[in-house]
């Protein structure tokens, strides 16, 4: 499956209505990156196999064979593989309305805890070492055998198996009611930068400088720096050749341009200057990249 984000970064998913869940499986090969971004549903992840990088919120976790890890909605999140590495995972998308509508009980709130109201020091990622990694292995494990079968009451099932998974990891963090507030927080910083992130998709080629994404949203240069780096984990500048060096992905997979013609066309001026941001962001260079897409990078 191919994940495909809108002007503002977020990532959407298809859900059906009546069963906002879906489970996939992803396997990135050696240099892939999944682009800053962030969503409205909740996911629940299990590395099968492989090593990355996850970073979330200005922290960075080594994620590995065997680790969880946690996502809530509007948490600007991305990953990394490295030049030699792999990863497969399996991961479970729900939107809060599997849970919780207005009106009903406590008890189905408490499903949504750990993403709502979780605090700063949260870690998104349970080595694999602790044996709640086990459980939600397991219980992931039987999710994906009910949505292939789909057989009788499959959804209870599944909703139940996703129900014991959120208990565990709820058990194993324990969570506090005092970070209630973070959870409105980061939506409202999220939707504050909305101009931003929409002035970077409409115009990457074009030079665009902190002092333009200042004016977006109003701050002072200084102000939109700080504010920008807590909502997404990265600088301004880290986050605008992310969005070029993904977009030169795009043109050398279509194979039609060459590779100094797609520097220019994502924004770069300099073509020496592509190929080192390229190859930082990848592990390889334009060229290797485009020679090696004859195997795709990511399934699922």
């Known amino acids: ?28 090969g050696p240099g892939s990156q999944l682009a800053p971004n962030y969503h409205e549903y909740l996911e629940v ?8 990088t996850l970073g979330c919120h200005g922290k ?10 946690v996502l809530g909605d509007a948490e600007f999140h991305h990953i990394t593989i490295g030049p030699s590495g792999q990863l497969k995972v399996a991961v479970v998308y729900f939107l809060p309305s599997l849970f919780y509508c207005a009106g009903a009980g406590d008890v189905d709130l408490d499903c949504l805890e750990l993403f709502r109201h979780h605090e700063r020091r949260f870690e998104h990622r349970i080595a694999a070492a602790h044996r709640e990694t086990v ?32 208990l565990t990891l709820a058990r194993y963090y324990g969570m506090r009611p005092s970070a209630r507030g973070l959870h409105v927080e980061r939506k409202t910083a999220v939707n504050r930068l909305q101009p931003v992130f929409s002035m970077i998709l409409e115009r990457y080629m074009d030079k665009l400088t902190v002092n333009d994404a200042a004016r977006a949203v109003s ?10 780096r807590r909502v997404t984990g990265m600088t301004y500048t880290e986050y605008l050749l992310r969005l070029r060096v993904d977009k030169a992905k795009e ?10 013609r797609i520097s220019r066309e994502v924004g770069f001026e300099n073509h020496g200057y592509f190929d080192r941001v390229f190859r930082r962001l990848n592990g390889v260079s334009p060229r290797d990249y485009s020679e090696r897409l004859a195997t795709p990078h990511e399934t699922g």
């Open 251 to 260: 043109l050398l997979t279509a194979g039609e341009l060459q590779i100094t």
């Open 60 to 69: 960075t976790y080594p994620i590995g064979t065997g680790d969880v890890f």
């Open 135 to 166: 459980v939600v292995m397991r219980r992931l494990g039987r999710i994906f055998g009910e949505l292939t079968s789909r057989d009788l009451h499959y959804r209870l099932a599944v909703k139940n198996h996703l129900r014991h998974i959120l």
């Open 219 to 228: 701050m002072s240069v200084s102000y939109f720096c700080r504010f920008f």
């Open 1 to 28: 499956m191919k994940l495909v984000f809108a002007p503002d970064g977020k990532h959407d998913f298809p859900f059906e209505d009546a069963f906002p869940l879906a489970m996939k499986l992803f396997v990135f």
């Open 45 to 52: 992840g299990y590395t099968v196999d492989g090593n990355a």
